[in-house]
């Protein structure tokens, strides 16, 4: 594959990578027993309609360390992977038990967020090229009549208000056969999604008001395990070990003594691993609220006793999340360094794989200058650096080595379905 520029991607810049590069020799030697293997897993069990999810590459371990069910950035696709987008849209909704012709995409309400508003405006493109009408209904409170939105790049975006009529909800006069979500619920399910007869696609019980990380970690630990027994390799290596503890309140530092507990037992799980496999970096943990997107609610800690240690400050940053929803559930998670850096001198950087139905149909970088390698990228000041290849990396090359840029991204893809399968187990449990 050509590169499209001189800077293709960022660089691995840790010494530790054997492991690594191990695994990565392992998944190309059995490319053909994983993909009979996800195809015989896909067969089981429905796939999540979209998904995008954060991994984070230490050089000596791979892994997740979110799945979002929601995703809103296919604004920062390549624009090339657009057909691998409109092929896995069209094979999603030809397999459903009742015809859908017709789509209307439920937003957040995001409307001075543009590029919120470009992922709309490419989810919709997506949509109508894949064969479907699309309108975006929009339940911005006070919205009674269409509010045309200008992108600034000479395009603009309709919001059309979202209706309830007896069971069915309507955009306008327009009956949508299936309501795609691209709402992750954080404040909850509102009545007007409750019980009507269209498919609504995540279901509303997979937004972040029910839905926990420590499940969702729960089922990925299950899926990792499987697969490393596959290819007879450590699960460590692609699983972030986790704990998780009862109610919380950051405020007034009820169950701190339960995260303390926690975040000492797991360090010293990690460092028992790092002992394992010459590991010479400090083994820290994430502390994330249980529910929530957007990088709120997350801390680096390296010791219990930071735990009590908190300041106002910090507990006031980890006790309310997206929509000033309160912090009542943590998972205290394995924290991975990711040793992959862009550009001169060198930005921290993680990848990030976006899948439509069992397919990976591209991803970026999200980039950070003023953050460290053992930080929480997701937040103010991040940007994105689209893959920039010319196609998606779906096939490796097994004539280059591992760490050859369509074989890690190869190899990122299949942990990211690991991680979509996880949410398709979990989404059947439910």
């Known amino acids: 594959m050509v590169a499209a ?14 492991p690594l590069n191990s695994i990565e020799s392992t998944i190309l030697d059995y490319q053909a027993r994983i993909e009979s293997w996800f195809r015989s897993q896909w067969r089981k069990t429905s796939v999540p309609l979209y998904a995008s999810v954060d991994l984070r590459n230490a050089g000596y371990k791979i892994a997740p360390v979110d799945t979002n069910l929601f995703p809103g950035g296919f604004n920062n696709l390549n624009p090339v992977f657009e057909s691998l ?9 030809e397999r459903l038990d009742r015809p859908v012709d017709s789509v209307s995409i439920v937003p957040e309400n995001h409307t001075r967020n543009k590029p919120y508003l470009e992922n709309l405006a490419v989810l919709q493109r997506i949509f109508e090229k894949a064969g479907f009408e699309t309108r975006i209904g929009s339940v911005i409170p006070g919205l009674d009549k269409e509010m045309q939105i200008e992108m600034g790049n000479g395009s603009s975006i309709c919001l059309e208000p979202l209706r309830r009529q007896g069971s069915s909800l309507l955009v306008n006069d327009f009956r949508p056969d299936l309501l795609i979500l691209n709402n992750d619920l954080s404040s909850g399910i509102p009545d007007f999604l409750q019980g009507v007869d269209q498919f609504v696609m995540p279901p509303v019980n997979l937004g972040w008001s029910d839905r926990l990380k420590s499940v969702h970690f729960s089922f990925y630990r299950d899926v990792a395990q499987e697969f490393a027994a596959l290819l007879d390799i450590d699960p460590w290596f692609i699983d972030p070990m986790f704990r998780n503890c009862g109610e919380v309140d950051f405020m007034k530092r009820a169950g701190e003594s339960c995260l303390s507990r926690n975040v000492e037992s797991l360090l010293k799980a990690v460092q028992k691993k790092y002992d394992e496999y010459g590991v010479s970096n400090d083994p820290f943990v994430m502390i994330k609220a249980d529910s929530g997107t957007y990088g709120m609610g997350v801390m680096p800690i390296h010791s ?4 009590h240690d ?3 400050k910090q507990r006031t940053k ?24 862009w550009g001169t001198p060198g930005r921290v950087a993680e990848p990030v794989v976006y899948l ?28 994105f650096e689209r893959l920039a290849f010319d196609e998606c990396c779906n096939s490796p090359d097994k004539e280059q080595s ?5 074989n890690r991204f190869y190899t990122y893809g299949v942990i990211a379905r690991l991680a979509l399968l996880a949410a398709a187990r979990e989404t059947k449990s439910l």
């Open 5 to 18: 520029t001189a800077e293709v991607v960022p660089r691995l810049t840790t010494a530790l990578s054997g």
């Open 85 to 93: 987008c409109i092929q896995a849209v069209q094979s999603a909704l």
């Open 304 to 307: 219990a006793e930071e735990v």
């Open 310 to 312: 908190l300041n106002r």
């Open 318 to 341: 980890m006790a309310t999340i997206k929509e000033g929803q309160k912090v009542t559930k943590a998972i205290i998670q394995e924290g991975i360094y990711t040793h992959e850096t």
């Open 356 to 383: 439509i139905d069992q397919n990976v149909v591209g991803g970026f970088y999200r980039v950070h200058p003023q953050r460290a390698t053992n930080e929480n990228l997701n937040s103010p000041g991040m940007y």
């Open 402 to 406: 591992p760490d050859a840029h369509p």
